[in-house]
């Protein structure tokens, strides 16, 4: 089945750096990619996403750029703040199993400190 | 618009005890539902998911079931809870020909 893969684990940056975030998937007629921030005991929920036809999308602060070779989607978060201090976790659907399940990441606890 | 609710949004029970949590979806018709698990500090682990009234799909098994009597309704059940159920219950939905997954507000579990 597909397995995506997430790193780091953690991240630690100071407020106004950036941060990147790396995921990999193994199935390469995925074609929707979305991440999530997950801030504790809330909800995740849905910052942005990509389709398989752009490699590049941006919303503000935030970006995620998508190689279809390389099998990997990067989350970009420019000038952090401490309010973006979160986990954030990656995902997207896999042909085998009719693209009705997100499959996740394993999440990356990102710590902004002021 | 559409909103999803999920209730109660925090649950003490013991061991041995029944479970039903309730997930409802409002403004679409025939949505995709899901329930995922998040264990403290860890990822999301999909446990059931529908198409459809009556469809369950389950991922692991487990101590745990889902039903849907409706076709905006997802309720998750357990005859016995055990210690291992305790965790951060979460509905989703989707459209059925949409991408983007859309959770509901969560319900803490904790089993004693």
């Known amino acids: 089945g597909e397995n995506v893969e997430q790193h780091p684990s953690t991240l630690s940056v100071q407020e106004g750096d950036s941060a990147v975030i790396k995921c990999t998937y193994s199935?390469?007629?995925?074609?929707?990619f979305p991440w999530y921030k997950q801030e504790l005991g809330k909800r995740p929920q849905l910052i942005i996403d990509?389709?398989?036809?752009?490699g590049e999308k941006k919303d503000q602060r935030i970006a995620v750029t998508l190689n279809k070779t390389a099998k990997h989607f990067s989350l970009h978060i420019t000038e952090t703040q401490p309010e973006d201090s979160a986990v954030y976790f990656c995902?997207?659907?896999?042909?085998?199993?009719?693209?009705?399940?997100?499959?996740f990441g394993t999440g990356t606890r990102l710590l902004v400190s002021p | 618009s559409q909103t999803i609710h999920q209730w109660p949004a925090t649950l003490v029970q013991p061991v041995g005890s029944p479970l039903s949590l309730e997930c409802t979806v409002e403004?679409?018709?025939?949505?995709?539902l899901y329930w995922y698990r998040q264990a403290a500090g860890r990822g999301l682990q999909l446990l059931f998911y529908?198409?459809?009234?009556?469809?369950i799909s389950s991922e692991v098994p487990q101590n745990l079931s889902a039903s849907r009597p409706q076709d905006r309704q997802f309720i998750l059940s357990s005859k016995k809870l055990l210690l291992s159920d305790s965790g951060f219950y979460l509905c989703?939905?989707?459209?059925?020909?949409?991408?983007?997954?859309?959770f509901g507000s969560g319900t803490q579990l904790s089993v004693l």
């Open positions: 989703a939905w989707r459209g059925a020909s949409g991408e983007k997954l859309f």
């Open positions: 199935d390469s007629a995925s074609n929707y």
């Open positions: 990509i389709r398989s036809n752009v």
């Open positions: 995902a997207t659907y896999s042909e085998n199993t009719g693209f009705q399940k997100l499959v």
């Open positions: 403004g679409t018709s025939n949505p995709n």
């Open positions: 529908s198409v459809g009234i009556g469809q």
